[in-house]
């Protein structure tokens, strides 16, 4: 035994290997302490012979395998399952044993291991001097993309934007590196790669063009790949073959679960780095990563999980054209205005089972019975979704052309399986009665069966007069005569004592036991052609499962479109006007998270004017008075407006941005030994490389991380670089009040104040922008508000009475500019 398991975990080295014995899965040697360690189950030992002498030892019950696999896949590592492929039988000593499933974090199809509003991906990548090779797929919804970039900050940009599961790496295009868990960093991999993520090396001659290009061909049946865009971008061809040679050596149940190989470019899409992504808080919280109070949380008003991803997948990765803008937009307004068709899609997708996820299950014939049954019902329900869809004239992104065998293919799954089945195949229960004439003769029998049992009962209650005697089963002794201790005297002679327990009688008789094998072979019978005609049905479907995925998508953009029309009436979203110049108009904006977060009215809207005149705005006032979040607010109404959303303002037009920068907040970067100034300053040079006239840039407070004339000088000196040569469109929020003398030397600087009220030695925050300068930052008062001590604001009032009696640096900046 221990010589079959050593073979086979041989070929799943870079795997745990569950080892399925009797009712458990068990592992050995490293992988045994390492499942001991990470889920927390017993570590113990076995004799493995003389030469391997006691080894260590750990499992898990097979009927929680999901439970455990769930928390390996979850810490980073891959999972191999090792099923016994033979029944156990008194001659054969050894059972012989198959890897009927290898699960990795970026190959997972399991429903109950996936996150429901969130792609799982898995990356590929290779490299040639500075251009990069990248591919993704997710095999739970089909999704298969690839692309050729120039640099590795635009790698690094799309890995944050698709936060893979698992990234494939070729072993020789790096020094040796084993990277299986996230987090883990050995030399060989280059700093620039995101240590967040988990790596998988593989074997190099699977990137190899010729090789990578010919797994293409063979998955997509075609000739040639010009077709797909790529034939002539040789780094996405390698990144996709390797990853297709990876998917077929961990996908074994049936055909790889991905739709057509489709290739874009980064050029196409508004560019969003790490830092705009978690400081925008567009999917998660910067402070806390929670999913309540992000964009994708107010925004999200999706019925399915297919659409939630969808939803996802726009907000990061916002378009550049026009015209696609347009028609999203045009899309959403007509669901805005027709109520009756916006509803009436939500009822419809509301109880809709995840289609995009199930077709892949579907083309590898993973999918269980449940499955079936949830696409029969809602391919059922296609004509409800078709004549709403004739009466509302909808605009094309909200139009579903539909396969004319998918309602068909829908009524021939609800009359073939039954309405409620059981979770496992091989256990009958499975096909509805009228389906299959043998198989009703096996019911049938085992009906009439069931029915001997009970006449077999009530005759030997009547024969010995013993009113509890009790025929029952077990899997141990098969069925039984069982009657109480005291009541055994009376057993007849035909009766064959099988079992004593403390009360309990058991016996048999020959006539039980003849019949007892008759019902065994009925009921074997009866399971395996229940299980060959869910086969043959999943087949069936399987035939369909393209047709299936382009509803699954056309469905998943209806839903997101829809949640976009609903968040904008609700909350009194107008649709802006988007062009090709550099303006940027928002007439009475709000922040779309916080103006969710507070009591309805309470949120003071603020208008924005740039690039018609004014390319920089210096915006100053007192911490707490909402810099920030107007910063943000800016920057969300923009993306929004890209995304094809209508945005909260009542009234909106801008030019189309190619990035949006923030530097807003700082942290220690305490993985690279980055103080906060360092981190601040690193973030500040990308914006500074990188901008363009195009590009929207919002800064927070640079400079505040070091001593004050230094800080003023940076700031300044950013200030003015953004301003010329970069030209780009800038809000620039600060304490260093001296800035507002950029206003005096640049007719296309600005400046800006947020507006707060004295009130005796009190401040009211009024949270309003209006043009100017502040002179004052009030932080003493901020001070008092956040309850320092009264002796503390005393002397703080003393000392920033002197400082301000000596201080030179304004003039010695007003100085320098004359």
Same mark, same amino acid.
């Given at each position: 035994m221990m010589r079959q398991f050593l073979e086979i975990k041989q070929q799943y080295g870079h795997c745990i290997l569950l080892y399925r014995m009797g009712d458990f899965y068990e592992t050995f040697f490293e992988d045994a302490k390492t499942l001991s360690q990470e889920v927390g189950v017993v570590l113990t030992g076995r004799h493995a012979g003389e030469v391997l002498g006691r080894v260590p030892m750990a499992g898990v019950p097979h009927h929680a395998l999901e439970r455990y696999a769930a928390q390996l896949i979850e810490k980073g590592y891959g999972v191999a399952i090792c099923d016994q492929i033979e029944e156990a039988s008194p001659g054969k000593k050894l059972v012989r044993r198959e890897v009927t499933r290898v699960i990795t974090p970026g190959t997972i199809l399991e429903e109950g291991l996936l996150t429901a509003k969130k792609n799982n991906y898995l990356a590929a990548l290779v490299a040639t001097g500075e251009h990069w090779g990248l591919a993704y797929a997710d095999v739970s919804t089909g999704e298969f993309r690839t692309t050729q970039l120039n640099s590795a900050q635009e790698l690094v940009q799309e890995l944050w934007r698709l936060e893979p599961s698992e990234i494939l790496l070729p072993s020789d295009a790096l020094d040796p590196v084993?990277?299986?868990?996230?987090?883990?960093?050995?030399?060989?991999?280059?700093?620039?790669?995101?240590?967040?993520?988990?790596?998988?090396? =593989?074997?190099?001659?699977?990137?190899?063009?010729?090789?990578?290009?010919?797994? !293409?061909? @063979?998955?997509?049946?075609?000739?040639?790949?010009?077709?797909?865009?790529?034939?002539?971008?040789?780094?996405?061809?390698?990144?996709?073959?390797?990853?297709?040679?990876? !998917?077929?050596?961990?996908? =074994?149940?049936?055909?790889?679960?991905? +739709?057509?190989l489709s290739t874009y470019s980064t050029q196409s899409y508004l560019v969003l780095d790490p830092q705009t992504i978690r400081n925008l808080e567009l999917i998660q919280t910067s402070r806390d990563g929670c999913f309540q109070g992000s964009l994708l949380w107010a925004v999200d008003r999706t019925r399915t999980a297919m659409g939630a991803r969808c939803l996802r997948r726009w907000l990061i990765q916002p378009l550049l054209s026009v015209p696609e803008i347009t028609q999203r937009q045009e899309a959403v307004q007509e669901l805005v205005d027709n109520a009756d068709l916006r509803e009436g899609l939500q009822h419809f997708l509301e109880s809709l089972y995840d289609l995009e996820r199930l077709?892949?299950?579907?083309?590898?014939?993973?999918?269980?019975?449940?499955?079936?049954?949830?696409?029969?019902?809602?391919?059922?329900?296609?004509?409800?979704?078709?004549?709403?869809?004739?009466?509302?004239?909808?605009?094309p992104l909200t139009q579903v052309v539909l396969d004319p065998a998918l309602e068909s293919l829908g009524k021939d799954i609800l009359r073939t399986v039954v309405e409620h089945p059981p979770l496992l195949l091989t256990e009958g229960g499975l096909i509805r009665s009228g389906v299959d004439p043998a198989l009703d003769q096996l019911k049938q029998q085992g009906i009439e069966d069931q029915q001997w049992l009970v006449n077999l009962e009530t005759q030997e209650r009547q024969r010995t007069g013993i009113a509890n005697l009790k025929v029952s089963y077990n899997r141990a002794f098969g069925y039984y /005569?069982?009657?109480?201790?005291?009541?055994?005297?009376?057993?007849?002679? @035909?009766?064959?004592?099988?079992?004593? !327990? +403390?009360?309990? %009688?058991?016996?048999?008789?020959?006539?039980?036991?003849? =019949?007892?094998?008759?019902?065994?072979?009925?009921?074997?019978?009866?399971?395996?052609?229940?299980?060959?005609?869910?086969?043959?049905?999943?087949? *069936?479907?399987?035939?369909?499962?393209?047709?299936?995925?382009?509803?699954? *998508?056309?469905?998943?953009? /209806? @839903?997101?479109?829809a949640s976009l029309a609903q968040v904008a009436v609700y909350h009194h979203y107008k649709r802006p006007t988007l062009n090709t110049t550099r303006g940027l108009e928002i007439i009475q904006g709000r922040h779309p998270v916080l103006e969710q977060a507070l009591a309805t009215g309470l949120f003071v809207p603020n208008d924005t004017t740039l690039g018609q005149g004014t390319d920089l705005m210096v915006l100053t006032g007192p911490n707490m008075s909402g810099k920030s979040s107007y910063l943000r607010q800016v920057g969300l109404i923009q993306l929004l407006a890209q995304v094809g959303s209508f945005v909260p303002a009542e009234r909106c037009q801008m030019g189309v941005c190619d990035r949006i920068f923030t530097r807003v907040g700082a942290v220690d970067d305490l993985a690279t030994g980055s103080?906060?100034?360092?981190?601040?300053?690193?973030?500040?040079?990308?914006?500074?490389?990188?901008?363009?006239? !195009?590009?929207?840039?919002?800064?927070? %407070?640079i400079g505040r991380g070091t001593a004050t004339f230094d800080g003023l000088a940076i700031a300044w000196a950013v200030a003015?670089?953004?301003?010329?040569?970069?030209?780009?469109?800038?809000?620039?929020? +600060?304490?260093?009040?001296?800035?507002?003398?950029?206003?005096?030397?640049?007719?296309?600087?600005?400046?800006?104040?947020?507006?707060?009220?004295? /009130?005796?030695?009190?401040?009211?925050?009024?949270?309003?922008?209006?043009?100017?300068?502040?002179?004052?930052?009030?932080? /003493?008062?901020?001070?008092?508000?956040?309850?320092l001590p009264n002796p503390v604001l005393r002397r703080a009032k003393t000392v920033l009475q002197q400082v301000e009696q000596h201080s030179h640096i304004a003039l010695g900046l007003r100085t320098s500019l004359t």
């Open positions: 084993k990277l299986l868990r996230p987090g883990t960093r050995d030399p060989g991999v280059p700093a620039f790669l995101p240590t967040q993520f988990g790596y998988t090396l =593989r074997p190099a001659r699977q990137f190899l063009l010729v090789e990578a290009r010919e797994g !293409l061909l @063979d998955l997509l049946s075609v000739r040639s790949l010009e077709g797909f865009g790529c034939a002539h971008l040789p780094l996405a061809i390698r990144a996709a073959g390797g990853l297709v040679a990876y !998917l077929k050596e961990t996908q =074994r149940t049936g055909p790889l679960p991905l +739709t057509t077709a892949a299950r579907i083309t590898a014939r993973t999918a269980n019975a449940r499955d079936l049954v949830g696409l029969g019902h809602a391919l059922a329900r296609l004509p409800e979704l078709e004549h709403l869809l004739a009466h509302a004239h909808a605009h /005569i069982e009657i109480s201790r005291g009541k055994a005297g009376q057993a007849p002679s @035909d009766y064959i004592r099988r079992q004593t !327990l +403390t009360n309990q %009688e058991r016996f048999i008789t020959p006539e039980l036991k003849e =019949r007892e094998a008759r019902i065994q072979n009925s009921q074997k019978e009866t399971f395996q052609l229940e299980y060959e005609l869910f086969v043959a049905l999943r087949q *069936q479907v399987s035939s369909h499962s393209e047709a299936v995925r382009t509803l699954a *998508q056309q469905l998943a953009r /209806i @839903d997101t479109l103080s906060t100034f360092m981190v601040e300053m690193t973030e500040t040079a990308n914006i500074l490389n990188h901008a363009t006239p !195009l590009s929207l840039v919002l800064l927070d %407070e003015e670089y953004l301003l010329a040569p970069l030209g780009s469109r800038t809000i620039f929020a +600060t304490h260093y009040h001296e800035l507002n003398e950029l206003a005096i030397t640049s007719p296309r600087a600005a400046n800006f104040q947020v507006v707060v009220r004295e /009130i005796g030695e009190e401040i009211v925050f009024l949270h309003q922008v209006i043009p100017g300068g502040a002179d004052k930052s009030y932080g /003493i008062e901020v001070g008092r508000l956040a309850g």
